[in-house]
């Protein structure tokens, strides 16, 4: 076991991103030295953490050299998930089926995140194709946790987040199709927002989907950050159908109602620090003045298996479409054991596809009825804590991690199919010193009050911070 991470009193000492950006934008430091800090940053903790999928430093140098960056995050080193384009950079998905070649265009949500200012260093490291919630692989090196690199750190987005956790970059790009924003999030101490569908540019990979899960976003070390960033998402590109966020700079005045979901759709109990925490923030909740109040989970139990199906369809059109959905080169005898599995058990159950996908339209109604009532949900991030290396194994049996997937992984899916926001926030640690993140989740475009609540717990008791926790 090691714990790891990179924060120093370099350029870009313990500062969020909004806080890096303040200080190159007077002067206190330049582009170039927050960059040469967050690459020397990396070299010390690489080799321990493998979360870097492409490494891009010479252009990213060259940018910060030339300056003329704007926007929230103007001059801010960062990293972009590698299933996103970029010019220059191959795409590679996490697996070796596809052809390392490099992207000739930006795809739509990767100029919004430019936008912002960011100075991307590189590409971080996924899964294969984000279908799994921890990146592990069978043919390289897992990526690791920096809390303790004996566990997991999620997934998707797990590379970005052992960087941002590890205090290389304040802040990079993740994506959100089943928890993959908020998972690694929660994994890794960190603070992980799914905006609401259709408040960031549409990821390339659902433009044909029956039902788009995506939504793009960041995971960053501070509840501003995420503001921040929406904020000059809307600066770039308004959205008509969803109520403007605005730049949420504090808690509201507001007290609300929340309502509290304790027991996983898959079925069984929570572990005892999840179920501890879980409560801890609920009383914090009410302490600060709101109202919480324990209700069940409106959706039922065949909401797993409508996920879990469409899940599995997307395996499969990966394994036998990928030619055409991923690109040329795509070969499919190199895909890995978990997306072979998955797709396998979309193609003995392809006949449900059909009913599943209408029930999942139909469970979003069902779900919103939440919000009937309450102004937010507080809900666990995950079924149970962070586990090692080696339990979601991709190359293991796949009946076994699959259903150990499932009981993860089951509060997160259902903002993805709804298309409602939501946030994970590092807000306890369990029995071994791990992060542990809650969920505040709100309807459709209520990412403002999740804001304001999620600052106000962020003020009442601060995150832990791995720079703080006992080295092994």
Partial sequence: MRHVHAFSSDALGDLDGTGVAQAIASGEVSATEAAEAALARLDAVEEHLSAVAYDDRERGL?????????????????????????????????????????????????????????????????????????????????????????????????????????????????????????????????????????????????????????????????????????????????????????????????????????APLTGGLLDADTNRVLHETAE????????????????????????????????????????????????RSKLDPFTRGLSRKFARGFWKAPTSIIGLKRATAKFRTLFDHHDLVLLPTLGHSTPEIGYLDPGGDFDEIFGRLIRYVTFTPANNSTGTPAISLPVGTDKNGLPLGMQLAGDLGAERTILEVSYELEAAQPFARIQDAPAA
């Fill in 62 to 262: 060259a940018r910060a050299g030339q300056g003329g960056f704007t926007g929230a995050f103007a001059g801010v080193p960062s990293f972009i998930k590698n299933n996103t384009d970029l010019t220059g950079i191959p795409t590679g998905h996490g697996s070796a089926a596809v052809a390392l070649r490099p992207a000739d265009k930006d795809e739509p949500f990767t100029g919004e995140l430019l936008g912002t200012g960011v100075n991307l260093l590189g590409a971080s490291t996924l899964p294969a194709f984000g279908l799994t919630a921890t990146t592990e692989f069978v043919d390289r090196p897992p990526t690791r946790n920096p809390w303790n690199t004996d566990y997991s750190c999620g997934a998707s987005s797990g590379g970005s987040s052992a960087l941002v956790a590890a205090g290389v970059v304040p802040i990079a790009h993740a994506n959100d199709g089943g928890g993959s924003i908020r998972i690694p999030a929660a994994a890794c101490g960190l603070v992980g927002l799914k905006p609401t569908r259709g408040r960031v540019a549409q990821a390339l990979e659902m433009k044909d989907a029956p039902i788009d899960l995506v939504s793009n976003g960041i995971v960053s070390r501070s509840v501003r950050d995420q503001a921040h960033f929406l904020a000059d998402l809307e600066r770039q590109r308004a959205v008509k159908d969803l109520p403007p966020v605005g730049l949420v700079e504090g808690p509201g005045d507001r007290r609300l109602r929340i309502a509290m979901i304790t």
């Fill in 284 to 331: 914090l909740l009410e302490t600060l003045g709101h109202r919480v109040e324990t209700v069940p989970m409106p959706i039922e139990r065949s909401y797993v298996d409508q996920f879990t199906e469409y899940w599995a369809l997307l395996a499969w059109s990966i394994d036998h479409l990928g030619k055409r959905t991923i690109g040329p080169g795509f070969d």
